[in-house]
């Protein structure tokens, strides 16, 4: 009786367990068991891998001998590859390698000068050895392939401020949007227009060749001259307007308004104010007027105010300044310049989240006004310790030698970037003639259909260095006296994605993972009761569980 009802339940299990299989080759699902649903991917993440036609292929340089946070970060880049290669019919293939094994350093330098060259940038690690410590160097990054075209994959987020397990955080909580923008980028076939508009003393090609070159990977640019041409911007997806110095005609207003009322959307990066470094080099002092953009009515109409002053700000950047007396060897010693604060990202808006430090020069500040059906998002401040000069304003180099009062910089936290979303309302509307609003060939609209656009009050902001002797650029964020590399085309790259971005991926950078991390003061004070708890109580558990189970078997078989 008990031989057929073992043979019947060891068939029944074997059947159930052929019908789940069989079901499960029709029914795809992954249990994402996590608090937070770290391994479940966005909508937006799914639909890109779905449209994949070929392999993607992944070169991942996280291969060695690491410290843990670095372990920590290839685990869950493998972890996040995996979840990707399930949603893609298999289409997503990767290997690990690393870039140091090879013993011959000729061959190695040659092979980290091979990926520096494809877009990696190195971290130097310091590794603890018996006899002190040594240095070496990773690359933690990934060269992703499909369709013959390759595209770099920075692995490893750094940001100033932040503690090294912050970083690896952050850079973990990347993963999915970063490897997914790529995948799009190489995947896109029809890429989206942006225009550089030029005609009224705008930036030129050398100021913007940085992010012209970023954004060429993602996008077709070109540079536009409007001249009052209604069909100027046609096509267009954006619009990116970089530190005009002329005033705009009306007609050029008309037909950027009638952009945005259509859709488009606009990058503005505007300096109310005149003035540069390079003038004051020169001459050591110069007095800041106003613009006359003619723009004021059109910001304010879409909800912005960009004010006529100058902010100094106590976190700031530095200029070299010649110390020596007159007569002397110059003798130059970097001072710090509150005319180039440097602005910490601290939002959690997609596009600021966990950015580096932004550098401008000369920025002004920018008020928010009432504009029906518009959200206004501040995405840059200045820090607390601020404060703003009415124009004119007298900017002189000998400035650095004042020791600033505190006192006085108590106008804190004043924006200088703002995300304009919604229905905007034209400039023009009941000013233009009925005969004009009445024209088929215009086709003006007086209420637009649902948009966006981003106000920077500072021009500087998208301008990379240029030594003009060698027509020679500098990257877009690198600070030719200090030498850092602040986070400004990563501010404007993903300014651009966002008002370009229709398939809503960039709302996966705003993912929060809780950060767990061990005690270390603990760790410290308590391993050794841990270490006994964890090695003798599994044993306890073990002989108490077979001390137990030998008398229930005794009192089983003696009744």
Not at 315 to 334: H, T
Not at 360 to 377: L, P
Not at 425 to 450: C, H, T
């Amino acid at each position: 009786m008990n031989k057929k009802r073992d043979i019947l339940s060891l068939t029944l299990a074997v059947i159930i367990v052929i019908l789940l299989n069989f079901v499960g080759s029709f029914v795809f699902h992954r249990f994402d068991l996590t608090t937070e649903k770290r391994y479940t991917l966005s909508e937006a993440t799914k639909k890109i891998l779905g449209q994949l036609n070929d392999v993607v292929y992944v070169k991942v340089y996280l291969e060695g001998d690491f410290p843990s946070g670095f372990k920590r970060l290839r685990n869950e880049t493998k972890e996040m590859l995996d979840e990707f290669r399930a949603y893609s019919n298999e289409n997503i293939e990767y290997q690990f390698i690393n870039p140091s094994k090879n013993s011959d350093k000729k061959q190695q330098n040659e092979i980290h000068k091979q990926l520096y060259d494809k877009g990696l940038q190195p971290t130097n690690l310091e590794v603890k050895e018996e006899g002190g410590t040594s240095q070496q160097i990773i690359f933690p990054g990934a060269i992703i392939s499909y369709k013959g075209h390759e595209i770099p994959w920075q692995l490893l987020k750094t940001q100033l401020g932040q503690s090294p397990d912050a970083q690896l955080n952050n850079s973990i909580q990347a993963l999915e949007y970063e490897f997914a923008s790529c995948i799009r980028n190489l995947a896109t076939v029809v890429r989206p227009e942006i225009g550089f508009i030029e005609g009224h003393g705008e930036l030129d090609t050398l100021s913007l060749n940085d992010i012209r070159s970023a954004l060429s990977e993602f996008y077709l640019l070109k540079r536009v001259k409007i001249n009052e041409q209604l069909k100027a911007l046609q096509g267009l997806k954006a619009i990116i307007i970089a530190k005009p110095d002329t005033a705009f005609s009306e007609k050029d207003k008309f037909i950027i308004d009638q952009f945005v009322m259509n859709g488009g959307k606009i990058l503005w990066a505007i300096d109310p104010l005149f003035t540069s470094i390079d003038s004051l080099q020169k001459s050591g002092a110069a007095i800041a007027l106003p613009y006359d953009l003619k723009l004021d009515d059109m910001f304010f109409k879409y909800g912005v105010r960009i004010n006529p002053n100058l902010i100094l700000d106590l976190q700031s950047s530095a200029i070299p300044v010649n110390k020596a007396f007159r007569g002397q060897q110059p003798r130059f010693e970097l001072m710090p310049w509150m005319f180039s604060p440097l602005i910490m990202p601290t939002g959690s808006h997609p596009i600021v989240k966990n950015l580096e430090v932004i550098k401008i020069d000369f920025g002004s500040s920018i008020d928010t006004v009432e504009a029906n059906g518009i959200t206004k998002t501040i995405l840059l401040n200045s820090s607390k310790y601020s404060k703003t000069l009415n124009a004119p304003v007298r900017v002189d180099l000998r400035m650095v030698n004042i020791r600033p009062d505190e006192n006085q910089f108590k106008d804190s936290y004043r924006p200088v970037a703002v995300l304009l979303e919604g229905e905007f309302e034209s400039v023009y509307k009941n000013r233009i003639p009925p005969q004009i609003a009445a024209d088929s060939a215009i086709a003006f609209k007086a209420k637009g259909v649902n948009t966006k656009m981003i106000v920077i009050s500072d021009g500087d902001i998208i301008r990379n260095e240029v030594q003009y002797s060698a027509r020679k650029p500098y990257p877009l964020g690198y600070d030719i006296y200090t030498k850092q590399t602040y986070g400004n085309k990563n501010f404007i790259l993903n300014c651009v994605n966002y008002l370009c971005d229709d398939s809503g991926l960039i709302s996966v950078r705003s993912r929060e993972l809780t950060l767990r991390l061990l005690d270390k003061k603990k760790v410290k004070t308590e391993r050794l009761k841990w270490q006994v708890i964890n090695t003798c109580l599994p044993l306890i558990v073990l002989f108490l569980f077979g001390i137990i189970h030998n008398i229930i078997r005794k009192r089983r078989y003696a009744e």
